[in-house]
């Protein structure tokens, strides 16, 4: 009676420890799902990390990129402001060159008026008579008539050399005016592209700002899942010892039972090898079942093959040559000029119009006066041949030839040629052709 209480005891041990286990491994998969579930979330939030960093990279590249392209073009505002200041001594030394030239023209005017108003008052025949008269011999009547019209041919060559010598100085004059416009123009035109570029910065600047903020919150999201998870670990790994513990008293107890029936039987067996002395003793043997379940999964990979087709486009390898570029480029010579424009017929600005005009022949440049002063292969000025391209700073021109540029100049010359490509400090020849 006893073995069978005790018997009976054992297996609601077992019983209760199998109920423990399967309600373990419940909150065990319940925990594992929202395990997983944080996992995924913290995935997702590292993901938003991974690509808001990406984001503020490229942002950071770019707000380099123009802080770069503003010093350059504060550089050229300030350099420019050099030259006009030099062009504006040289126009106020020829201002009195062409005062000091139209005084001296005058001078001579009036000694020719004066000479004149004298031959006319003593009276041009009476003159000539009084020569016949008064000389001794023919030779000497021609001499004095020689002389007399060297002095008039004399006052006509100086007369006409002070007129051409004014006129030479007014049209440097003009032309030094003209420069000295396009000068400010392109002071205007890198003032308001310096004006641009920290707009841009700004804007870059506030953008980089907000991404910082979001990789903030992003980032102590992704802490808190991290903690989570590990709460998550740590319940699951408590639960996996109880688990382990239940087991190994689930065991035992399995263990004690099995002994329990095993001195039962073994008792049963004496008494009946009591009762029937004749009877050979019977040998008892425990049979242990064991079962192992193999699970098998077979993977197959398969190979897909793929042809990949070449669709890369067909391009024209870039032709013309330099005097073909300025045939081309002077097409254009009276159409306006459009800041920030590319168009040859509507208007384009002086890098709009270069990167077109090499555009009809293959090449590819960028729109940006600076970047073009790393394009091709640089020459000197003395080199300079019909095609390259003339730098300055914060404007580009196409050298002809012969000291001549043509060019996207300002707003009210629009595309023109010039004649003199030195008419500021060039800073670079490039040779694309």
Known sequence: MRK??????LTVMIGSAQVMTVSAAKSTDELEQQKAQTTAQLNETQDSINDLESKKEAITNQIGELDAQLVVTMAAVETLKTDIANKQTEIEETQQKLEAAQQDQAEQYEALKSRIQYLYENGGNTAWASLLLSGED????????????????????????????????????????????????????????QAQLQNMLAEKKATSADYDAQLADMQAKAAEYESLIEEQNAQIQAIQEQQAAEAAAQAAAEEAARQQ??????????????????????????????SSNTNSNTNSNKNNSSKTEDTSDNVSPSSGTGQDVVNYAVQFVGNPYVWGGTSLTNGADCSGFIMSVYAHFGYSLPHSSSAMRSEGRGVSY???QPGDIICYDGHVAIYMGGGQIVHASNAKDGIKISSNAAYRTILAVRRIV
Do not use: G
Not at 4 to 9: F, G, N, S, T
Not at 140 to 162: G, S
Not at 279 to 285: A, F, G, P, T
């Open 4 to 9: 069978k209480i005790l018997a009976l005891m």
């Open 138 to 193: 023919l030779s000497e009547i021609l001499n004095q008539a020689e002389y007399t019209q060297k002095m008039y041919d004399y006052d006509r060559e100086c007369l006409e050399k002070y007129m051409e010598i004014t006129q030479q100085v007014s049209d440097y004059s003009d032309q030094l005016a003209t420069e000295k416009a396009e000068l400010e123009a392109s002071e205007a035109e890198q003032e308001a592209q």
């Open 382 to 384: 003395a080199e300079a």
């Open 261 to 290: 029936e095993a001195e039962a039987q073994q008792a049963a067996r004496e008494a009946a090898a009591e009762s029937n002395r004749q009877s050979s003793s019977n040998s008892s043997s425990d049979t242990q079942n064991s």
